[in-house]
């Protein structure tokens, strides 16, 4: 063991227990202490679910990023384990980036990962693929790394933009997806093969972006479900008339065909993952019931610096998901884990007054809201506001139009700094004329589910933990269904 892992784990070992755990999330996983962004390496490793994560447990800002390292039986409770890479070798000195991790046929634990070199005064970067394997606790680096580097990549292709591979197992065969920048400057995504997990080539090139469609994409992930190929990726930047503060980092699903032969991918639907500020580079992982589960970093590079000073942490992953196709469609719904931790049901049925309401036993910042909002008698159907993180100074609105058949999030004064107040409006996904919408509430986090899991929308709320009102507000022509929760982890 390096003795810059050996630090990064004994200063883990020795401040995990000053943790106040009132000031962290209940159920959002957060790091160890300091920075994290993006989640890693999501897989099952002998019968448990792994995570990874780009850390730097030192200081509250990117740095020297490390590989966090967390595990669970249930998707609520997550077990530290001891932080698994540091950037402590030639080639991954100024940040081992992300990557992903498999279950060899042999028992091992397989990772592959960015190693990350800058030379500032030179103005060089060089990004390369590395190669780590483990027992779920200790991991050894490759002695031949970097596996990949300048002679992997097709002519043309740019060494300072190769990063995030995404490794899987196909028959007897090791695949990974890599992202790059081609000799056209473009954004592409490029497949490779290997025997042994160890020595790679390059297959192919998967898809590649039209300029509007991205500057750089990010974290790809490739997998099947419920007979539809997916490619899952995050848009870092885009060009021509999108505004960039609302499209700045978008996540995108494609279905359609994945060629194993060309390893092109030919997309046939194309799927918004979430309309939130706060969702950025997810993995995937399938469950051994079948369930397709997705997690992700609950913050983006725009926002990631804005929290405020006094939270010890900085950065919370999203509640896993599970991810599924109805009728070709994209559907979110929070694992059904989350059920078993509702506590203290209270409804309210059939609401249909105008103006602001609100119930006594319906408030506090750890709870789930299912609400269904209706059209009401032959007027033209109105509005549904939903204040949370309430007191006389703080309020996040979120409203559900129903002539518009759209969701807005007011965030002016959510107590989130101002750099991150804004207002994002996504569709509602109605059906028969109504709206349905869950809301999960954490700590400093709160994620949206709308028409069923059609539409979702994650956010990070910075407003004190004193702010735990609800209340509601409607306009004429809706009536409200509305069922809460408090959770209880």
């Known amino acids: 063991m390096s003795e810059k892992l050996e630090n990064a784990r004994r200063f ?16 959002h996983l957060t790091g160890s202490m300091g920075w994290i962004n993006d989640p ?3 897989s ?79 103005g060089i970067v060089r990004q390369t693929q590395c190669i780590a394997v483990g027992d779920g606790m200790d991991y050894e680096k490759h002695a031949d790394n970097p596996v990949l580097a300048e002679d992997g990549l097709p002519e043309g292709g740019s060494i300072a933009d190769f990063r995030d591979p995404k490794i899987w197992r196909e028959a007897d065969r090791y695949m990974a997806a890599v992202v790059n920048r081609d000799r056209e400057n473009r954004a592409v995504v490029l497949i490779y093969e290997s025997p042994d997990g160890l020595e790679w080539k390059y297959k192919g090139t998967a898809a590649e972006s039209d300029r509007p469609n991205g500057r750089m ?77 997705m997690t992700a970093w609950m913050q983006s590079w725009r926002t990631a610096n804005d929290a405020p000073d006094e939270l010890d942490f900085r950065g919370q992953m999203i509640f896993p998901r599970e991810l599924s196709l109805a009728d070709g469609v994209l559907v979110q719904h929070p694992a059904r884990e989350l059920k078993a931790y509702r506590r203290n049901y209270t409804a309210i049925k059939g609401h249909d007054g105008t103006g602001r309401f609100s119930h006594e036993d319906m408030n506090g910042r750890c709870a789930e809201l299912d609400l269904v909002i209706r059209r009401r008698g032959t007027a033209k159907p109105g509005r549904f506001m939903i204040h949370i993180a309430e007191d006389f100074l703080h309020r996040t609105v979120i409203e559900a139009d129903l002539a518009e058949g759209m969701i807005t999030v007011d965030l002016t004064d959510s107590g989130n700094p101002e750099s991150m107040s804004v207002r994002k409006s996504f569709p509602a996904e109605m059906e028969n004329g109504a709206v349905r ?18 539409a979702a929308a994650s956010f990070v709320l910075y407003a004190p933990q004193e702010a735990d009102g609800i209340s509601f507000e409607q306009t004429g022509g809706v009536s409200a269904d509305i069922d809460f929760y408090r959770l209880e982890i």
């Open 437 to 454: 919408l869950k809301i999960l509430l954490d700590r400093y986090s709160m994620e949206l589910f709308a028409g069923g899991g059609k």
């Open 12 to 27: 883990e070992a020795d401040n995990i227990p000053k943790i106040a755990m009132n000031m962290r999330p209940a159920y």
């Open 44 to 122: 099952l490793y002998k019968g448990e679910l792994h995570l990874f994560y780009q850390a730097n447990q030192y200081e509250k800002k990117a740095g020297s990023i490390h590989w966090g390292h967390v595990k669970t039986k249930d998707l609520i409770h997550w077990e530290r384990v001891p932080v698994a890479l540091a950037p402590d070798m030639p080639y991954d000195r100024d940040g081992c980036f992300s990557g992903g991790a498999v279950e060899t046929p042999d028992g091992k634990h397989l990772i592959m990962y960015t190693g990350f070199v800058e030379e500032k005064e030179a």
């Open 40 to 42: 890693n390496g999501f």
């Open 217 to 293: 994409w990010e974290c790809p992930d490739f997998f099947a479900m419920d007979g539809e190929d997916c490619f899952l990726y995050s848009v870092q930047g885009m060009d021509g008339d999108v505004p960039e503060e609302d499209r700045a980092f978008e996540t995108i699903l494609r279905t359609g065909v994945f060629d194993r032969e060309s390893c092109r991918f030919r997309t046939e639907e194309e799927f918004t993952v979430d309309y939130g500020t706060d969702f950025y580079a997810p993995q995937t992982v399938e469950l051994p019931d079948g369930r397709r589960i």
